[in-house]
C-alpha cells in the first residue's frame, strides 16, 4: 500500500525539510524541527499525494489512508497517554493544511479536534479549568462549522458579540467558564440552523470530516487567486497535518505568538514578534485584541510590556531556538509557537516573506556574518521587487495633511481612491483608479482587493496581522492597526483627526512610517534612486550602501550586458546612473513630434517629390544631429545603437482641421488637397504595412538625412575629444536584399562625412531581428549585418499573428485556460517566439562568429526573458532605465542558475 502519513514523534520523525513537495512546507519543518531537537507537538502528515489522489477519486479519500491515520492516532494516544473522543483523558488535534509553497492564510486549519459534550467535561475537570475546556469547544465549534460545512463565521462572531455585551465583558477572556459554557450551546444552535445537521460528536468522524475539508480549501477561490498571482500550481494539492493541542489559552501564564528572525520590513538584524496571553491560535494575526512585541529590542515604545519581561522562561527558550532555526535553515524565519503554562512550544517555521529592502539588507548581512555565500545572496533577491524599491516616496517637499497614524507594516507609498470592501478595488483599479483598500482588518477573503490595490490600510491589528504579511508578500506598501481610524462601512465612512472621508476620496499612505494622508500626495524618486542619481548622500539613506554592495556582487557574476532603450539625453543620463552598459535602442521617430519638427516631419511627407523631400529633410537634419549629440555625450565611451525610422508615416498626419490649416499655409498646398493625400496614406494594416526598412527603401533621403545626422554628430563630437560608437540599426528587415540597400545608403554618407570633416570614425551596421524571416535567414542577413537586435514585441506579434494592442480582447482568457503559460508579450514565448530566436543566433553567428546579438524589445527587462536570453548566448538585453537594476541582478541570477 502506497505510504501517505509520516509521523514526528518523541520516537522518531519520517520526514524531513527536503520534503516540502510530499509534506507540504509546514510538515516537512515540523519534522525538521523535531528532528533537530526542537520542541514540537507530536503529530503526522498526510502527504499532498493524498490530496491528488482525493481530487482523482472525486472527492473520496483514497484506499487505505484512513488506516494509516488510524495508526497515527494510535501512536500519538500512546505518547501521550490520551485518547481521541475519550471522556476522561481526551486527545485534541489541530488538522492543518500547508502546501508546497506556503499560502500564508490561503486554506483552512481545525483546532481542538476531538472534543464534545462529554469530553468538554473530562477536560475541564482534568485540568481543573473550565473556563479553558469550554473556551475551547466554542472555538472548535466554529471553525469546524466553517472549514468543514461552510457556516460563515459572522454568526458565531455575533453571537460572541452579544454574549460579551451581556456580560459586560471588553474582551473575549473577560468571559466566564459559565458564559462560555453558555456560547457553546448557542454555537451548536447556530451550527445545526446553519447546516442542518446536529454538531457531530464522533470524534473520528470530526477527524474524516475535517481531512477531506482542508483538502477541499486546496480548492477555495481565495486560494486559486492567490495561486494565479503567485503563478503556483494549480496541480499540487495540500498536505494535511495532525498535530497534538498544546494550549495559549489556559490562563495568563499561556500565550499565543508570532516571530520573525529578523524585521520582514527593513531587513534589520532584531528579534521581533507579537503574542497574545491567553489566547489561541489565529487570535494575534486575526486582530481581536492589540497584542503585545515579544522583545524588548522590538517594541516600538517603552511602555510596551512584552513577553521578555513577562515570561522570562519561555522568551529564554524561544530566543534559543530562533537563533538556531535561522543557522540552520541559514535565512530569515516566520515562526509560530504557542506557551502552554510556561511551557514553549513550537508550531511552525518557514522562510519569511519580506519587502525588497528587507529582502536585500538580509541577504547582504548574511554573507557578512558568513553564513550565506554572495551567490546564494544574489538569488535571494527577486529581482522585480527592486521595482518597489526604485520607485515611490512622497516627495519629502509635497504639503501634506495628515490623517492618521499606524504601524509602518510594509513599506512605500502610495495614493489612490478609499475603497471600503474589495470587490469594489477591483472593480474600480480595472477602471484604471489608483485604490487604497481600506478595512478594520483584512482576511484572506480580502486577497483579490489587496492585489488590486495600490496600498492597504487597516485600523487593526499589529506588524504580524494578515494584512501586514499578505502586503509585503506581494510588495505594497501598508498600514495596519491605525486605531484611532474609525471605519463606518454602512455609510462608506472613514473618520479620523476631525477629517471624514467618503470611499471614493483619496488618501496617501506612507508604509515606511505609518502616516496617512488626506488626498493624493506627489510622489518623489525612492531614498536609493535619490542617491543614485546623485539628489541625496549615500551615507544619509541607511539602505543605499546595502543596495550597492549587491548590485556589484551582481555585476561581478553575470555574463550579459545591460544596456538601455533611451530616446533622450535624461533618460539616458538616467540610465547609465542606474549602471546601463550602452544604448540598445534608441528610438528616433519620437524625436520627429518635438515642438517645429513635426511640420517639417509633414512638410516632407506632403512634398510632392524627392526634391521637396529633401528640402524639408534639411530642415529636420541639424535638430536631429543636435539629439545625437546630447545623446552621444551622455553615453561617452560606450555603445549607441540607433534605430533609422520605423513608424508608418500617417502617424505623423495632422489631426485637427486647425493643424491642416497650418500645414497649408506653411507649404502652400490647399487644404483639400493635404485631406485627400492624408487619406491615401492610411493603410489597412499598418503594423504590417509601409514602415521599417521599406521607408528608407522608398524614400532613401530618409536614411540619408538620418545618417547625416547620425555621423556628423560622432564626428563633432570626436573632434571635441569625445568617445563615441554608434551603431545604425535597420529595423523590420525580412529580406537580405532590403539590408543591403539601406548598408550601401548608410556606409556611403559615413565614407562622405568622414572625407568631409576629414576625421575617421568607427561604427557598425546591423539590423533588426523582428520579422520571423529574418531569423530563419539570419545566415544570409549576417553577411552583411555586423549586429542583430532582436526586437522581440513585432517578433511576437508576427510570430503568434496577433496584434499585441488586440490582443487584450482574448489574451488573458488564453493565459487564464493555460494555452499558453504566461502572456508572449511580457515573457518570451521560449517554444515559439524562443525557438525561432534561437535560428537567428545560430545561424547568424555561422556566418559571423563576431556577431554581437542583443535584445531590445520590453521582454529585454523581464527576468524570466532576461534567463533565456543568457540561455541563448546574448551578449545584451536592453531595457527600460529604471529596469536597468533589475536587468543586472537578474543577468546574475540566469548566470548562477546556469552553473548549477
Ligand atoms: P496557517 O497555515 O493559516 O498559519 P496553521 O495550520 O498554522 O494555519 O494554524 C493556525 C493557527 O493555529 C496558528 O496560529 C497555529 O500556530 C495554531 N495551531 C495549529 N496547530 C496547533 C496546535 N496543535 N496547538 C496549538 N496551536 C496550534
Ligand atoms: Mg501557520
Ligand atoms: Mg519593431
Redesign the pocket.
Known amino acids: 500500500m502506497k505510504k501517505y502519513v509520516y509521523c514526528f514523534d518523541s520516537q522518531g520523525t519520517e520526514g524531513n525539510a527536503k520534503m516540502r513537495n510530499l509534506l507540504g512546507g509546514?510538515g516537512a519543518n515540523l519534522a525538521e524541527m523535531n528532528r533537530i531537537g526542537i520542541p514540537v507537538?507530536p503529530g503526522f502528515t498526510i502527504s499532498t499525494a493524498a490530496c491528488v489522489e482525493y481530487f482523482k477519486l472525486n472527492n473520496k479519500l483514497p484506499y487505505g489512508l484512513m488506516n494509516q491515520v488510524q495508526e497515527g492516532i494510535l501512536r500519538i494516544e500512546k505518547n501521550m497517554a490520551r485518547k481521541l473522543g475519550d471522556y476522561k483523558n481526551p486527545l485534541l488535534?489541530?488538522v492543518?493544511?500547508?502546501a508546497r509553497i506556503s499560502m500564508?492564510?490561503m486554506?483552512d486549519?481545525v483546532?481542538n479536534l476531538g472534543l464534545n459534550d462529554k469530553s468538554v467535561i473530562g477536560l475541564a475537570k482534568e485540568t481543573e479549568n473550565p473556563r479553558f475546556a469550554y473556551d475551547s469547544y466554542r472555538r472548535f465549534i466554529q471553525m469546524f462549522g466553517n472549514v468543514v460545512f461552510g457556516i460563515n463565521g459572522v454568526h458565531f462572531e455575533k453571537a460572541l458579540d452579544k454574549k460579551k455585551e451581556e456580560a459586560g465583558a471588553a474582551y473575549d477572556t473577560d468571559l466566564t467558564a459559565e458564559d462560555l459554557k453558555n456560547l457553546v450551546e448557542r454555537f451548536k444552535q447556530i451550527f445545526k440552523e446553519q447546516s442542518n445537521k446536529a454538531f457531530p460528536q464522533d470524534a473520528w468522524e470530526q477527524l474524516t470530516d475535517a481531512i477531506m475539508a482542508v483538502f477541499r480549501s486546496w480548492n477555495t477561490k481565495r486560494a486559486a487567486d492567490y495561486r494565479s498571482v503567485n503563478k503556483i500550481s494549480d496541480d499540487w494539492g495540500t498536505a494535511v497535518?495532525i498535530?497534538?493541542?498544546?494550549?495559549?489559552n489556559m490562563g495568563d501564564d499561556s500565550a499565543?505568538g508570532v516571530a520573525f528572525t529578523r524585521d520582514p520590513a527593513t531587513g534589520e538584524k532584531r528579534f521581533f514578534g507579537e503574542f497574545l496571553k491567553n489566547a489561541?491560535?489565529?487570535d494575534v494575526v486575526a486582530g481581536i485584541r492589540t497584542p503585545q512585541p515579544i522583545s524588548k529590542a522590538g517594541r516600538s515604545s517603552e511602555d510596551q510590556i512584552t513577553l521578555e519581561e513577562e515570561l522570562p522562561e519561555a522568551y529564554k527558550d524561544l530566543e534559543a531556538i530562533y537563533k538556531k532555526l535561522e543557522k540552520h535553515y541559514r535565512d530569515m524565519q516566520d515562526m509560530?509557537f504557542?506557551i502552554q503554562k510556561g511551557k514553549l512550544w513550537m508550531?511552525?517555521t518557514r522562510t519569511g516573506k519580506r519587502t525588497a529592502m528587507a529582502a536585500i539588507r538580509i541577504a547582504v548581512d548574511m554573507v557578512e556574518e558568513d553564513l550565506i555565500t554572495r551567490e546564494e545572496a544574489i538569488m535571494r533577491v527577486e529581482p522585480d521587487k527592486l521595482d518597489q524599491l526604485l520607485h515611490e516616496r512622497f516627495d519629502p517637499k509635497a504639503k501634506k495633511r495628515l490623517f492618521g497614524v499606524g504601524i509602518n507594516a510594509s513599506p512605500g507609498a502610495a495614493s489612490g481612491v478609499i475603497a471600503l470592501d474589495p470587490d469594489k478595488a477591483v472593480t474600480w483599479a480595472k477602471e484604471g483608479k489608483s485604490v487604497i483598500l481600506v478595512r478594520t482588518e483584512t482576511s484572506p477573503d480580502d486577497f483579490h482587493g489587496m492585489v488590486a490595490a495600490k496600498g492597504i490600510l487597516t485600523s487593526r491589528g499589529g506588524s504580524t496581522s494578515h494584512a501586514a504579511v499578505v502586503a509585503r508578500g506581494i510588495g505594497k506598501p501598508c498600514i495596519a492597526g491605525a486605531e484611532k481610524i474609525e471605519i463606518d462601512y454602512s455609510n462608506h465612512l472613514v473618520v479620523s483627526n476631525g477629517i471624514t472621508l467618503k470611499e471614493g476620496d483619496e488618501i496617501s499612505i506612507d508604509g515606511s512610517v505609518g502616516e496617512i494622508y488626506v488626498g493624493s500626495v506627489l510622489t518623489g524618486s525612492s531614498e536609493i534612486t535619490a542617491v543614485i542619481l546623485g539628489q541625496m548622500k549615500p551615507e544619509e539613506a541607511s539602505m543605499y550602501s546595502y543596495y550597492d554592495k549587491l548590485m556589484t556582487w551582481a555585476d561581478d557574476v553575470r555574463r550579459l550586458g545591460i544596456r538601455t532603450n533611451s530616446d533622450t539625453p535624461h533618460d539616458s543620463w538616467t540610465a547609465r546612473k542606474f549602471g546601463a552598459e550602452g544604448i540598445g535602442l534608441c528610438r528616433t521617430e519620437h524625436m520627429f513630434f518635438e515642438g517645429d519638427r513635426i511640420l517639417a516631419v509633414r512638410e516632407m511627407i506632403f512634398a510632392s517629390d524627392s526634391e521637396g523631400r529633401k528640402k524639408a529633410l534639411d530642415k529636420i537634419r541639424p535638430m536631429q544631429q543636435k539629439d545625437f549629440e546630447d545623446i552621444f555625450k551622455e553615453m561617452e565611451g560606450l555603445p549607441v545603437t540607433i534605430r533609422l525610422l520605423d513608424p508608418p508615416l500617417h502617424e505623423f498626419l495632422p489631426h485637427t482641421n486647425e493643424e491642416y490649416e497650418e500645414l497649408s499655409k506653411r507649404i502652400g498646398i490647399p487644404v483639400e488637397e493635404l485631406m485627400r493625400r492624408g487619406q491615401q496614406l492610411k493603410e489597412v494594416n499598418p503594423m504590417l504595412g509601409h514602415r521599417g526598412c521599406r521607408l528608407g527603401v522608398v524614400h532613401p533621403e530618409i536614411t540619408e538625412m538620418q545618417s547625416r545626422a547620425i555621423f556628423t554628430a560622432a564626428a563633432n563630437l570626436i573632434k571635441k575629444g569625445v568617445k563615441v560608437i554608434p551603431e545604425v540599426m535597420v529595423p523590420l528587415v525580412g529580406l537580405k536584399a532590403e539590408l543591403d540597400d539601406q548598408e550601401q545608403i548608410i556606409r556611403r554618407v559615413a565614407e562622405e562625412i568622414q572625407r568631409e570633416t576629414n576625421i575617421p570614425f568607427e561604427y557598425k551596421v546591423g539590423t533588426m531581428i523582428e520579422v520571423p524571416r529574418a531569423a530563419l535567414m539570419a545566415d544570409k542577413i549576417a553577411e552583411t549585418a555586423e549586429f542583430f537586435s532582436f526586437g522581440t514585441n513585432d517578433l511576437t506579434q508576427m510570430t503568434f499573428g496577433m496584434s499585441r494592442d488586440d490582443a487584450g480582447k482574448f489574451l488573458p482568457l488564453y493565459v487564464e485556460r493555460g494555452f499558453c503559460r504566461v502572456d508572449p508579450f511580457q515573457s518570451i514565448d521560449r517554444d515559439g517566439v524562443g525557438q525561432l530566436m534561437g535560428i537567428g543566433v545560430e545561424k547568424g553567428r555561422k556566418t559571423r562568429p563576431e556577431l554581437k546579438i542583443g535584445i531590445c524589445g520590453e521582454h529585454g527587462g523581464n527576468p524570466q526573458s532576461i534567463e533565456f536570453c543568457d540561455e541563448l548566448n546574448l551578449d545584451y538585453v536592453s531595457c527600460s532605465p529604471y529596469r536597468v537594476p533589475i536587468a543586472r541582478l537578474a543577468a546574475a541570477q540566469a548566470k548562477l542558475k546556469h552553473q548549477k
Do not use: A, D, I
Open positions: 509546514k507537538p488535534v489541530s492543518r493544511s500547508g500564508p492564510g486554506m486549519t483546532l497535518n498535530v497534538t493541542m498544546v494550549f495559549g499565543t489561541q491560535g489565529e509560530e504557542t508550531l511552525q
